[in-house]
């Protein structure tokens, strides 16, 4: 779209601006958790990488019979999987490309032998020349950075990602913009993974953004048929059979292997493993079902630390070895203090001496794989899972009888009683994710014992992660009152670990709400509830969908229940269908929704009466939603009125956060408009006003009103541009990008095309002071930004392309600065 050259009233520039969101939502402030990057804070770094151990395992002869399952030993040859291994080959020697980085995800249930394959394929790529490294999800300290020049490319990097699924978010995230994985040599990571779900959709997405390549396998079973796991039982049995010792091979009996049960390769070694150790003992019973083996294993476990008492290499009783291993299979590995305060909120141990003997036992037990850590859970984990399960009671094998004191334990170290804040937050999450993963298999842990202590504390619904919840939410046993408790703890602005299993979770409570015969007022909140989950997860034309329905909703409320209440109702469904309509460029529309949303609110908050003041806040931020919209529709002048209005609202109330919020978000609109009326000096003075609270707020919690500071930063920019204070605008606009860049790295979805509007911004600054090789990479960046998007969505991202690539080809065609078409965006275009 061409503009008058001569037209000075016309600002240069995008500018991404902020109408508040009491109502709307929108724009969506984040808060994401798991890692510090540039000036944003969003929570602690969770993870660390270490170099893949080298050497030969631990000698079999060495080990206790659980043990020889565990894959870390590799006891048993690996067999099987050609097909895979070739093409993680393949994966490996594809060539080698300048900014080669690409990640594999290999998803299959517990037990399927992803473990085995990751390490055989490990070994594999160090063979090759490849630096292996391994990635943790705990707190600790990283390997140094490899030595040498980071840009060698004459080799690679291959790291390892077990249990992808039970990272959050943010620590994935920070995992995969860790400095080491983004050299100069091509990278490799190889992400494993129980399930395959909405976790790995977003992280998919999001590394498409960074430049990463993504493919993702289902493990298939490794014995799909009845003569393969006859083959591979009889290896394992063979291989066991020579390190167990009065073995009675005649006596060795093969369990049904028709049973897909056994299509695993931890299963067909577990029955192996039993079979062989049971033919010592050829007048007792064999155990034939898969959880008496597991109870075999585990009562075998229990005779070791017998003969370990026995033999006084440990001093603890069997009782209390009993309670640290319950405590280490749900909370651990943990460092040493928090292994102490584990054991003593549980009551394993009296005292800081009985705390350390019992540690230093449970030490003797079960080494630590990691030096410094403590509370080694059982391995394999199915097996440590199995213990979990048959402690707890419900499960109806009377052969395995509960703990009397289990269903505690897991209670104590859910609330993290007496334990320091962060110890208990740690604590937590990692016990509700073992009892996810557990309750998945075994619904009596789900129904005796998660569900309950979630309807007890919904707040534990956060404690782990959205992949965690994402498992539990998904369990039969979940109900929709449950569900209904859930809800209102989930963050109710966008939060890049929680926004898709929040609009799960919101969906089925609509369905189950709509299926009964609601009234309109509940229905019109239920949509505007739902539709806000929808718009804070990046779905826009479901949003709007929600907010037409609303809207429906909000008419037949007022019409059959004429009062204050429904008329503000449905000017709530109008001005959230303003946002909703405006983030797909349709700015007639909202703007049309946005008036009568003014004009219902209007009697209602300038009425004398009691109940007008309860009406300020809402009217004030409908009358900032009505002026963006003019402005959208080029009607600056009454645009500006109903700004200056919206800002006098907000500047009488009574000083609140919310107010606060509110004024900056009103005053940097009034700005745009004021600029677009050809008053640069003016709309520059009202910005700044709204970037100090933006600022001052943001020194307060970060990771909520950054994206709001880097909206008003932006603005600033444009405003000193207009002025001609070219540099001025360029060091304002690269503390916008900055943070912009940080916050795509935690949610894509919700801030990408805001930093490609920055971005082209700064390029036009750039080129204008002469520095014209930046100026055409960075619109190059906001061009290939909108070009992804428009791809999904052309009618909404046409225009914005055009303009870019229309800049581009000015910028190549002249030898003195272009004069650069920009256009003014709102929030509402992308972030209601």
């Known amino acids: 779209m061409s503009r008058d050259r001569s037209d000075p009233s016309t600002p240069a520039g995008y500018v991404v601006t902020n109408t508040g969101g009491a109502w709307a939502g929108a724009p969506g402030s984040v808060a994401v958790s798991g890692y510090v990057q540039g000036d944003v804070i969003v929570g602690l770094p969770r993870y660390r990488l270490t170099a893949l151990a080298s050497g030969p395992p631990r000698p079999a002869e060495t080990l206790r019979l659980a043990e020889l399952l565990d894959a870390r030993h590799r006891v048993v040859p690996f067999l099987g999987r050609e097909d895979e291994q070739r093409s993680l080959r393949r994966w490996l020697g594809s060539p080698y490309i300048r900014g080669d980085r690409e990640v594999r995800l290999i998803h299959a249930p517990g037990g399927q032998g992803k473990t085995r394959l990751a390490d055989q394929f490990a070994e594999t790529a160090r063979e090759a020349g490849w630096e292996v490294l391994r990635a943790h999800r705990d707190p600790g300290a990283s390997d140094p950075a490899p030595a040498g020049d980071p840009h060698r490319t004459d080799h690679g990097m291959l790291v390892l990602v077990d249990y992808g699924d039970r990272w959050p978010a943010g620590d994935l995230r920070a995992l995969f913009t860790d400095p080491r994985l983004h050299r100069g040599g091509p990278v490799r990571v190889l992400v494993l993974a129980r399930s395959l779900g909405y976790w790995w959709q977003t992280l998919r997405h999001w590394l498409r953004t960074l430049g990463m390549s ?3 396998r289902e493990l298939p079973p490794l014995a799909p048929d009845r003569a393969d796991r006859e083959r591979l039982f009889r290896a394992a049995a063979t291989r066991f059979a020579a390190l167990v ?11 049904d292997l028709a049973d897909p049960a056994y299509g695993t390769a931890l299963t067909l070694q577990l029955a192996a493993l039993v079979a062989v150790a049971a033919s010592r003992h050829p007048g007792a019973p064999t155990p034939s079902t898969l959880v008496d083996m597991y109870g075999y294993l585990l009562d075998r476990e229990v005779g070791h630390w017998q003969q370990l008492l026995a033999g006084a290499a440990v001093t603890s009783r069997p009782e209390q070895l009993d309670r640290a291993v319950l405590a280490a299979t749900l909370a651990g590995p943990v460092p040493y203090d928090v292994a102490q305060a584990i054991l003593g909120s549980v009551g394993a141990g009296t005292g800081s001496a009985g705390l350390a003997e019992l540690l230093a036992d449970h030490a003797t037990c079960y080494p630590p794989r990691d030096a410094g850590s403590m509370l080694e859970p059982l391995q394999p984990d199915r097996l440590g899972e199995a213990y979990l399960a048959l402690a707890l009671p419900g499960h109806g094998w009377s052969s395995h009888p509960p703990r009397p004191w289990a269903v505690g334990t897991v209670r104590t170290l859910l609330r993290g009683d007496g334990m320091p804040t962060a110890t208990a937050a740690q604590v937590r999450a ?15 842990v789900a129904s005796g014992v998660l569900l309950p202590a979630l309807r007890d504390d919904p707040t534990l619904a956060t404690a782990a992660g959205g992949a965690v919840l994402a498992r539990i939410v998904d369990l039969p046993s979940v109900d929709v009152g449950l569900l209904a408790r859930i809800e209102p703890v989930l963050p109710s602005r966008r939060h890049v670990d929680f926004d898709n299993v929040a609009r799960d979770v919101m969906a089925r409570l609509v369905s189950d709400r709509l299926s009964r015969d609601l009234d309109p007022v509940e229905r019109a909140r239920s949509h505007i509830a739902y539709g806000r989950r929808l718009a804070n997860a990046g779905d826009r034309e479901a949003a709007l969908e929600q907010a037409d329905l609303a809207v429906a909703a909000g008419e037949a409320a007022l019409a059959s229940r004429p009062a204050a209440q429904t008329s503000a109702l449905l000017a709530q469904a109008l001005h959230v269908r303003g946002h909703r309509l405006a983030a797909v460029n349709r700015y007639s529309a909202a703007l049309a929704s946005v008036e009568r949303a003014v004009k219902l609110l209007s009697p209602l908050a300038e009425d004398r009466g009691v109940d007008a003041e309860s009406y300020r806040s809402t009217f004030a931020e409908t009358l900032d939603n009505l002026a963006l919209r003019l402005s959208h529709t080029y009607r600056h002048e009454q645009a500006e009125v109903v700004a200056r209005r919206a800002v006098s609202l907000f500047t009488g109330g009574p000083g609140s956060t919310v107010e ?10 009034l700005a745009v408009i004021e600029a677009h009326l050809g008053r640069g000096g003016e709309a520059l003075s009202t ?13 307060d919690e970060p990771s909520v009103y950054r994206p709001e500071l880097a909206l008003a930063l932006n603005t600033v920019g444009l405003r000193h541009a207009e002025l001609g204070q070219l540099t001025a605008a360029v060091a304002i606009a690269e503390e916008s990008v900055g943070i912009y860049r940080d916050l795509v790295r935690a949610n894509a979805v919700a801030f990408e095309l805001d930093l490609a509007a920055v971005l082209a911004n700064l390029s036009g600054y750039l080129w204008q002071l002469g520095r014209r090789a930046e100026a055409f990479q960075l619109n190059a960046e906001a061009e290939e930004i909108f070009a992804r998007w428009g791809g999904a969505n052309p009618q909404a991202f046409s225009k914005h392309l055009r303009h870019l690539r229309e800049n581009i080809a000015a910028m190549r065609a002249q030898q003195s600065p272009a004069d650069l078409r920009r256009w003014e965006l709102g929030a509402g275009s992308f972030n209601s």
């Open 214 to 216: 993504t493919q993702e």
């Open 660 to 669: 606060d919020v509110g004024l900056a978000g009103a005053l940097t609109n």
């Open 687 to 699: 910005v700044r006003r709204a970037e100090q609270i933006w600022r001052r707020l943001s020194e």
């Open 245 to 255: 010792p009065h073995v009675r091979t005649d006596a060795v009996r093969v369990p």
């Open 430 to 444: 990692s016990t509700l994710t073992v009892l996810a993963e557990v309750a998945a298999s075994w619904q009596h």
